[in-house]
C-alpha cells in the first residue's frame, strides 16, 4: 500500500487539486482534509497547498493559524511527521511558528507569476532528500507576498545547519538571502514559496518539481512504514 | 463597561516596505514635495467587554500580539477608551 498524503483544504485554497494529482503522479495516495478536521491519524505526511487561506485577510496565513487542522498538524509534525507548505502554505507554517521568519510583500510590490529557476542547497530535508545540492530546477513562482525575512541570528542558524534548502538563482521577489525555501531543524517541515506540484509534467512546461514530490512521497513512505 | 479599542499595525524598522515607498515616490507629482519617511501600515477597531480600562487594554493588547500583528515584521500600539453607555445622548 502507498504513502497516504493529507492535503489541508481552507476556505480560500485553491491549489489543492493539482497538488492531490501531482502527488497521486509521484506514487502516492492523496486526499483533501477539511481545515476543521482534527483527525489525521490515516496520513504519513501532511501537505497545505497554496491559495488564499481565509481570504489571506489580516495577512496571509495569519488566520489559518488557528483553524481547528492546525493543533493537529503541529503534534504530527512534533512527531516528525513530514509536512510541506507550498507557497500560501508557506505563509501559513511561518505564521503558525512551525517554521521561523515572515513573508512579506514582494519588492516594489511585484506580484510575480513566471517560471522560476531554484537550486537545491542542501538535501537536509523531506523535500529534497537525495538530490544533489547544486540540482537546479525550473519551477513556476505564483505570489505577492513570497519576500522571505528573518532576524540575522535565525538566518546564520539555518546557513550553518543547511536548513535553506532552496534558493532562486534570479531573485525575484527581494526574498533575503535568494531564498526560496527552508525546512524545521530536523528536516520534516519545509515551506517553499514556488509550486512543485504545478511542475509535474513536461506538458505543463516543466517536470522539474517531480523529484521534490518524489523525496516528500519516500518520507511518507518511510512513515508509513514504521 | 465596554471600550472603543484602535490597533495600529506597522512594519518594523528595518523591515523593507514597499507601499511606503510606492506612495512616497509618488508624491512629488501631487506637489508633496515636503513629505518624507512614510510609512503604510493598517489600523484595527473594536469593542471590548471589560471590568476597567486596564482590562480592555490587556485584552485588546493580547488580540494584537496574537493576531493582528506579527511580532516579527510588524510592531502593533494599542488605544482604549470608554465608550458612552448604551443609550446616552450623543
Redesign the interface.
Known sequence: MSARIGVVVFPGTNCEHDTVLAFERAGAAASLVWHTDERLEGFDALVLPGGFAHGDYVRPGAIARFSPVMGALARFAAGGGPVLGICNGFQVLTEAGLLPGALVKNRGLRFVCAPARVRVDSDRSVLTARIEPGTELEIPVNHFSGSYVCDTRTLAEMRDAGRVVLRYVENPNGSLDDIAGITSPEGNVVGLMPHPERASDALVGSADGLPLLRAMVTAAAAVHAA | MRYAARVEVR?RPG??D??GA?IERALPALGFDDVREVRAGRSFRFEVDADDEDGARRRAEELAHR??A?P??EDSEVEVHQMAPAGGSR
Open positions: 512594519l523591515i523593507a514597499p507601499e510606492t493576531l493582528l506579527n516579527v515584521i
